[in-house]
């Protein structure tokens, strides 16, 4: 059985968290969501972890997020760290600590629009600000820089319909639902 935690900030929903979890049920995965990891207590994901009966730990914010991390990671390894709209930053520090490898799913086709600040509808709006006909989702290794770890999977699609960024985002996200289970299964079944 591989064991994966999720990592999340912020108010989180959880779309991409529910998409894993019923991905990993469908197919009868050998794959176990050991914990999920919140800064936010009053977070949507939660209510979603709770009644899959799916371990939370919540940050305690006395103690540096890094520091937390690598005590978290030690005492609770597992073989892959999943971050599903986690937006801080791993020190190097915890990169020297810690060798479990960490994806990340970005809702644009890195290296464009990637990078600082670049999250959510940030992401969406520059895309259609930038007049762009197709965007898509990418999922990559996490080093110590915003976006730049090396890309896993990545699937485009067709927004030359969609009238706001919000509509990018919707057509995006459902691209996210598809491709990120299936790269982390990817990942794992090796
Ligand atoms: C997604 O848009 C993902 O691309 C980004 O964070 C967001 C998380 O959304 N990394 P959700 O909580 O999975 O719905």
């Given at each position: 059985m591989k064991q994966i935690a999720v990592f999340t900030s912020g108010f989180s929903r959880g779309s991409n968290f529910l998409a894993i979890c019923e991905y990993i049920r469908l197919h009868g995965l050998p794959v176990n969501i050991r914990y999920l990891f919140v800064t936010d207590r009053n977070a949507p994901i939660i209510e979603h972890a709770q009644a899959l009966g799916i371990e939370i730990v919540y940050y305690d914010s006395d103690v540096k997020l890094n520091d937390f991390l690598v005590d978290l990671c030690e005492a609770k390894p597992v073989d892959l760290i999943v971050l599903a709209g986690f937006m801080r930053k791993f020190s190097s520090l915890f990169f020297q600590k810690i060798d479990t490898p960490i994806v990340n799913i970005h809702p644009a086709l890195l290296p464009k629009y990637g990078g600082k600040g670049m999250f959510g509808m940030n992401v969406h709006r520059a895309v259609f600000e930038a007049g762009e006909k197709v965007s898509g989702a990418t999922v990559h290794f996490v080093n110590e820089n915003y976006d730049e770890g090396e890309v896993i999977?990545?699937?485009?699609?067709?927004?030359?319909?969609?009238?706001?960024?919000?509509?990018?985002?919707?057509?995006?996200?459902?691209?996210?639902?598809?491709?990120?289970?299936?790269?982390?299964?990817?990942?794992?079944?090796?």
């Open positions: 999977l990545q699937k485009e699609c067709d927004i030359s319909m969609c009238g706001s960024p919000e509509e990018v985002g919707k057509v995006v996200l459902g691209i996210e639902h598809e491709i990120y289970p299936m790269a982390i299964w990817g990942f794992l079944k090796v």
